[in-house]
């Protein structure tokens, strides 16, 4: 059966939610048995994420085949317990790079390249590629940016020409925008949802339903005001108002009818046996909102100045704190603040310390991750947190004071951290970490495979200096295990000290293989530790 699109606009301002609603409408047709996965579209100039500041754009998310993604494809995996691969993040860089390369191979048989439709053309090949190759049944395109955006147009162009072609019932058309309550007034407001749709209408795209963000549910007033204005009928404007978790809205829009519609607009059959999958769905989701006792967490980085820098780490820890029926209350600590401070600490039940690069705030990370050592706190380090635990005991347990990484030192006498070999050549610095899954051995008998219970696991990297091991023996001799390893034991993947109450470092990025109802094994094992 020919895939079936929905295509998920946004208007008024950006961070309305679209990747939520996105997720949310493809949650709902996974539940009703049908073959679903999603699409990014992100119209800005950079290749792909990797080299955006976390602070700007939110945190780097990436993928098993090595894709460094905006972070809506994190929410995508998350919601859909899939793993999706890097295509499924389109950028403006790609789509042009790729329609200039045709042009220089001669592709065009001396045609004048433009916008449409070569541009337009390379952009539908790249969405019908995704639903082609994986067989779906419905493909979920998210497109970035906020309608009259002059990034978002030739996209949105692409979009509109695929209506045309596929038919009204081969593309359904979700615009998310926002109807605000004025605290002065008491009303919701629909003047902004009405001007985003009249410029949606104005480069052709007419939606059939819309998402309408809210602090409290649409009133059927709202609904009829918005309907009347935007050409879309009341039933199909749907509230997205606010709620505690994020999972929990899948549940408001079936409540609202949603499943139902988009199959009548696409002519499918509805929901078959769909009630085991909404079981399942419901446990997960309640498991995050019932909880006995709370957990505090530090949260030891260099970009807490926007939560989303480390979006995946917090639902990791969310979902190791469900797991364990405990609610997880973080507080993202600014590690340039910490410095002589660091005794404030001692209030957590744990302290994590997530990824970074450079040297700005490295002081007091060094300082933390000491710290949990010396006081017995528990301590997860992830990448930098893990590197950065074996430069704290390079300094204060083997009494290097110079102990660095060479990536903020690079005269150190003592560089238990080091540049990759394979990356001492390289000079373009986008795309060339190492970056996606890789195989992992765990080493018997130590904390690692418990935490695991396994001798193998594969999981997702990205960084760019690894662990000298050259300074192995040292470390192991006073009481810090290297736990696993990989490419044939030449790089360090896990540290820690079995005397500690728990002392754990990753190279790779275990947030990224956290589901809802699975929490990735180091969280859990974090967590659980924090608790007792």
């Not at 007091?364 to 301590?379: Q, S």
């Amino acid at each position: 059966m020919q895939t079936k699109f929905i295509f998920v606009t946004g208007g008024v301002m950006s961070g309305l939610g679209k990747g939520v609603v996105t997720s949310s409408i493809a949650k709902l047709l996974q539940l009703s048995n049908q073959r679903v996965s999603c699409v990014k579209i992100d119209p800005y100039l950079n290749y792909d994420a990797g080299t955006m500041n976390p602070v700007a754009h939110g945190e780097v998310y990436v993928t098993d085949d090595g894709g460094e993604c905006d972070m809506d494809i994190g929410n995508y995996e998350r919601f859909l317990n899939q793993n999706l691969k890097k295509t499924h993040n389109i950028t403006t860089a790609q789509i042009y790079s790729a329609v200039i390369e045709a042009e220089r191979r001669g592709e065009y048989l001396g045609a004048c390249v433009q916008i449409i439709p070569h541009i337009t053309d390379e952009i539908k090949k790249r969405i019908h590629k995704i639903a082609e190759d994986e067989k779906l049944d419905f493909l979920v395109v998210e497109c970035g940016g906020t309608v009259g955006d002059i990034e978002s147009l030739p996209f949105l162009e692409a979009l509109r020409q695929m209506r045309l072609e596929e038919g009204p019932q081969g593309v359904l058309f979700v615009h998310v925008t926002l109807a605000p309550s004025l605290d002065v007034v008491g009303e919701q407001k629909t003047k902004p949802t009405q001007h985003s749709v009249q410029e949606l209408r104005r480069i052709g795209i007419q939606p059939d339903f819309m998402a309408v963000r809210c602090t409290e549910p649409l009133l059927e007033s709202t609904k009829k005001k918005i309907s009347m204005f935007t050409n879309v009928t009341a039933s199909d404007v749907f509230s997205c108002h606010d709620v505690s978790s994020i999972f929990s809205v899948p549940q408001i829009l079936y409540e609202q009818g949603i499943v139902d519609k988009i199959f009548t607009k696409f002519a499918k059959v509805g929901m078959i046996n769909s009630a085991a999958n909404w079981d399942n769905w419901n446990s997960i989701v309640q498991s995050m909102q019932q909880k006995d006792g709370e957990i505090k967490i530090a949260m030891v980085g260099k970009y807490v100045t926007l939560a989303d820098s480390y979006v995946s780490v917090n639902h990791a820890l969310k979902h190791a704190g469900a797991k364990i029926g405990k609610s997880i209350s973080i507080d993202w600590i600014d590690s340039e603040g910490i410095n002589g401070n660091v005794d404030a600490l001692s209030k957590y039940n744990g302290i994590l310390v997530p990824g970074g690069f450079g040297s700005r705030g490295v002081e007091g990370i060094i300082k933390t991750a000491n710290f949990a050592r010396e006081k017995n706190i528990p301590y997860l380090g992830i990448c930098f947190g893990f590197q950065l635990a074996a430069v704290a005991f390079g300094r204060h347990v083997l009494n290097y004071s110079d102990a660095n990484s060479t990536e903020l030192d690079p005269n150190t006498t003592h560089p238990v951290v080091d540049l990759l070999p394979e990356q001492k050549t390289m000079s373009n610095l986008g795309g060339t970490l190492r970056l996606g899954a890789h195989d992992i051995t765990i080493k018997p008998n130590t904390i690692a495979a418990k935490t695991y219970n396994a001798t193998h696991v594969s999981r997702r990297h990205r960084h760019r200096y690894e662990i000298n091991t050259k300074y192995l023996q040292e470390f192991e001799k006073k009481g810090l295990v290297f736990s696993a390893e990989s490419d044939n034991s030449k790089r360090m993947e896990m540290l820690e000290i079995p005397s500690h109450k728990f002392y754990f470092g990753v190279q790779f990025h275990p947030e990224f293989n956290s589901r809802p109802g699975f929490p990735e094994e180091s969280f859990e094992a974090f967590v659980r530790a924090s608790a007792s």
